[in-house]
C-alpha cells in the first residue's frame, strides 16, 4: 500500500465542505493515499470529519493517514500516521499505534536511518522544489534519494513543490506526496498527468 501518489489536505485549499469533493476527483485521477493535515483545530473538532474521511478512504481502497496526531489515528482506526522530528518518540508511537508510520526526515539521511531503526514504515524527503504551501521549507538536493536508495531497505516519499513538469525527477522514490500541484486547478486532471509523467 506505501506507493503511489499521496495527496495531502491543506485548510485553505481543501475546505471542509468540500474535501470531500476534492478527494473523490483526486481518486479518480488514480490517488493511492491520503493525508489528513490540520494544524488549527483540536482533535474533537474534527474528530466527526477524521471518522467520515477513514471511511470514505476505505471504500475507495486508499490509504488514510493522520498528521501528527496518534491519540486521533488511534481513536478513528487510520491506516497510519505521519510525524515530524519533534512531534512525538517514534519508540512510544510504535508501541501505541499498530499501522503504518511515515516520518519526515528533511534532508537528512540520519534521521531515516534512526527511523528504519525505530520501526518505520516509511520515510519522507523534502522539499525538493519550491513550495507554495510551504515557502520557508529548506530545499533538498535530489542526491538524498540516490543515497536513501542504497542505504535504506523502506519505501521513501518525497515531498515538496512537485508538479506534472518536475515529479519525473523523482521516479526512483515509491511515492510522491502532493499539496498545491494536486488540489489547485482540475484535480482528476492534475493527478493523472503526474502518475504519467512519474514513471516515463
Not at 8 to 22: A, T, Y
Not at 111 to 138: H, I, M, R, W
Not at 165 to 182: F, P, S, T, W
Request: aromatic residues 6%; contains cysteine.
Amino acid at each position: 500500500m506505501l506507493k503511489g501518489l499521496y495527496g495531502i489536505s491543506n485548510e485553505i485549499l481543501n475546505p471542509n465542505d468540500e474535501i470531500f469533493r476534492m478527494l473523490g476527483q483526486a481518486i479518480k485521477g488514480g490517488l493511492k493515499i491520503f493525508q489528513l493535515r490540520d494544524k488549527s483545530h483540536c482533535d474533537e473538532e474534527i474528530l466527526n470529519l477524521s471518522l467520515k474521511l477513514v471511511r470514505f478512504c476505505a471504500e475507495n481502497d486508499v490509504l488514510f493517514v493522520m498528521n501528527d496526531r496518534v491519540d486521533l489515528a488511534i481513536e478513528v482506526g487510520a491506516d497510519g500516521v505521519h510525524i515530524g522530528e519533534q512531534d512525538c518518540s517514534l519508540r512510544e508511537v510504535r508501541k501505541r499505534f499498530k499501522g503504518k508510520i511515515g516520518v519526515s526526515c528533511y534532508d537528512r539521511l540520519e534521521l531515516a536511518l534512526k527511523a528504519q531503526e525505530e520501526g518505520a514504515d516509511y520515510v519522507a524527503f523534502g522539499a525538493f522544489f519550491d513550495s507554495k504551501t510551504k515557502p520557508n521549507a529548506k530545499r533538498v538536493s535530489l542526491d538524498i534519494i540516490k543515497k536513501a536508495k542504497q542505504e535504506l531497505s523502506i519505501p521513501i516519499c518525497a515531498i515538496g513543490g512537485i508538479n506534472h513538469q518536475n515529479i519525473h525527477l523523482l521516479k526512483d522514490v515509491e511515492m510522491v506526496a502532493v499539496i498545491g500541484g494536486l488540489w489547485q486547478g482540475d484535480i482528476q486532471k492534475n493527478a493523472k498527468l503526474m502518475i504519467e509523467h512519474w514513471k516515463k
